[in-house]
């Protein structure tokens, strides 16, 4: 059974920080990039970064520059994303997502908050 599972959302202070996890089952996660997508209450899920199957090629959205690391252990079969000095605007139910052609799998999420 294919199963990507997010975990490690909480709710934190501004300027705390998180680690997401996203564990694949089911599949060979190491052939497949993935992305962590984020949507906040009433919009757009959006994309925050990708990289690469061998971790070779990462890329972010401008709003999580130099704030957010994404890095992935395929030993593991996890991809993580550091979250610092997270923003208000952060709050989001964060999702991962692996690619290979024209496979796509998709996690059920998991919920940051970011509030005082």
């Known amino acids: 059974q294919v199963q990507l599972v997010e975990s490690g959302g909480d709710t934190v202070q501004p300027g705390g920080s998180l680690r997401l996890s996203c564990v694949a089952s089911?599949?060979?996660?190491?052939?497949?990039?993935v992305s962590w997508y984020r949507q906040a209450p009433g919009k757009e899920r959006v994309l925050v970064a990708t990289?690469?199957?061998?971790?070779?090629?990462?890329n972010y959205a401008d709003s999580v520059k130099g704030r957010f690391t994404i890095s992935r252990d395929n030993a593991k079969n996890t991809v993580y994303l550091q979250m610092n000095s997270l923003k208000p605007e952060d709050t989001a139910v964060y999702y991962c997502?692996?690619?290979?052609?024209?496979?796509?799998?998709w996690g059920q999420g998991t919920q940051v908050t970011v509030s005082t």
């Open positions: 997502k692996a690619v290979r052609i024209l496979t796509t799998y």
């Open positions: 089911g599949f060979t996660f190491s052939i497949y990039t």
């Open positions: 990289i690469a199957r061998d971790g070779g090629s990462i």
